[in-house]
């Protein structure tokens, strides 16, 4: 059974002891278990679950707020941010497009990246050959674990194209990996999905929404039915999530990120109480230049003057004669913090994704409500009607002024619609094999069945 351990919390007794299941009160585990012990009781196994969630707060691509996060590091690759960071483990080149193989920072990613899924994989495997846990929990234990690692492995398959996709806890087998197609991959996530959308239930584990239901899994598996340009099946999931009646539309734009909201489908809350959300820190300067990213000139000027969310989720600040906007959706500083969390899904991409779905399928007339519904909050006037071509325009520029700063969204929208060489009008480094990311070098030596490395790197 060597090969089957799983890591695990180092304080598991006290964690057990206190009877502690949320976030806060976790570290990222640095010991082993043996998977009997874990899964033998519902205490355990949760707590095993709290240690996975803990690790996607501290350091994953899911995470805002730091320079790991793919809602910094995207929006500055494409156009959203410019980046004032100083060097660090190559996040200025990647602002600047000009990541290379050895870049430490996709490394870092990578690794953990893989690390995180083991532990999900661990998880699926204790929960599948407990003995005592009731079938009910196994379910849960099992959905929740394979809605993470198919999170994680759909930012991996975004980002690097072709990557090794394992269910197994086996080192040997995994060390020797090749990689699995970007199409096989999107296809594996959509039977992993499907599956965990089977064994959750839409009720929470917590009323702060801090562990995600099957509600949450459904618009990942939408986000991969779009991917898959299977329309009818990413209206289906939309709409599941439209009709229940756990979440309202918010239609308050100070409200978005408070952490008691009913559009909130999914959310990570940090580590102690009072902690501010990352995102509130990380974007924070004020008396100075910018210390780490600002809103780009190329995504303010999307921005009409009387749209809201320039003024409720942008800050000016001034320095010596200049001005730049600053990312504020979160406003509680350390300390302060006792209303926001982090946002990792919320009803606002559920209504964008009906919106893509239905006109995909020419149901121009249907869809824009669901493209006009951000754009009122906001101050702005409803579209009346739009042709194809500009209904997709507006999309992308919509979804982009809601959701800068805080996802992936834009550079995997523009790649899916075949517009990512739009960036080159305003990223003088890009070029179209930039689409995908390098495969770290030391992992390629490592295992040479990674090889070949992705085009251009």
Not at 80 to 109: F, M
Not at 124 to 135: K, P, Q, R, V
Request: glycine share 4%.
């Amino acid at each position: 059974m060597n090969k089957l351990k799983i890591y695990f919390l180092s304080l598991l007794g006290v964690l057990l002891i206190a009877s502690c299941e949320k976030l806060v009160e976790v570290d990222y585990p640095t010991n082993q278990i043996g998977t009997e012990q874990v899964f033998e009781d519902l205490q355990t196994a949760h707590a095993a679950l709290v240690g996975l969630y803990a690790g996607l707060r501290d350091q994953s691509l899911i995470t805002g707020g730091s320079y790991y996060g793919a809602g910094v590091l995207l929006g500055a690759y494409a156009d959203d941010l410019d980046c004032y960071y100083y060097d660090q483990n190559g996040v200025v080149d990647i602002s600047n497009n000009l990541q290379q193989k050895t870049n430490s920072n996709i490394e870092t990613i990578w690794n953990t990246a893989y690390q995180q899924v083991y532990y999900a994989n661990s998880i699926i495997y204790g929960a599948e050959h407990s003995t005592t846990l009731a079938e009910s929990d196994r379910n849960h234990i099992k959905g929740e674990a394979l809605f993470v690692r198919s999170l994680i492995y759909l930012y991996l398959q975004q980002l690097f194209g072709d990557i090794p996709y394992t269910a197994s806890l086996d080192y040997e087998y995994n060390s020797k990996l090749s990689k699995t197609s970007a199409a096989a991959v999107l296809e594996q996530l959509k039977a992993d999905l499907e599956e965990a959308t089977s064994l959750m239930t839409d009720d929470y584990r917590d009323t702060e929404r801090i562990y995600p239901n099957r509600k949450a899994a459904q618009l990942l598996l939408a986000r991969v039915y779009i991917l898959r340009q299977e329309w009818p099946l990413a209206e289906q999931a939309a709409k599941s999530i439209l009709q229940s009646p756990l979440y309202q539309f918010q239609p308050d734009l100070d409200e978005v990120f408070h952490s008691s909201g009913t559009h909130i489908l999914w959310q990570l809350q940090p580590q102690n109480s009072g902690d501010a959300v990352p995102d509130a820190s990380f974007y924070y300067f004020t008396g100075s230049t910018p210390n780490s990213f600002v809103v780009s000139q190329d995504l303010l000027h999307t921005f009409a003057e009387n749209d809201l969310r320039k003024t409720h989720w942008m800050a000016l600040e001034t320095f010596e004669g200049q001005e730049w906007y600053r990312p504020c959706k979160y406003k509680n500083l350390p300390g302060d913090n006792t209303n926001e969390y982090a946002v990792v899904f919320r009803l606002e991409e559920v209504y964008f994704i009906m919106a893509e779905a239905l006109a995909r399928q020419n149901r121009l007339d249907e869809a824009l409500p669901y493209l006009n519904a951000t754009r009122q909050r906001a101050g702005l006037t409803a579209l009346a009607s739009l042709t194809g071509e500009a209904f997709n325009s507006e999309l992308l520029a919509e979804k982009r002024r809601e959701f800068f700063a805080e996802s992936w969204l834009r550079f995997f929208d523009l790649k899916r619609w075949g517009r990512l060489n739009d960036l080159s009008a305003v990223k003088p480094n890009w070029q179209d094999y930039k689409q995908f990311w390098p495969l770290p070098q030391k992992e390629l030596l490592l295992n040479t069945n990674l090889s070949p490395q992705n085009t251009g790197y």
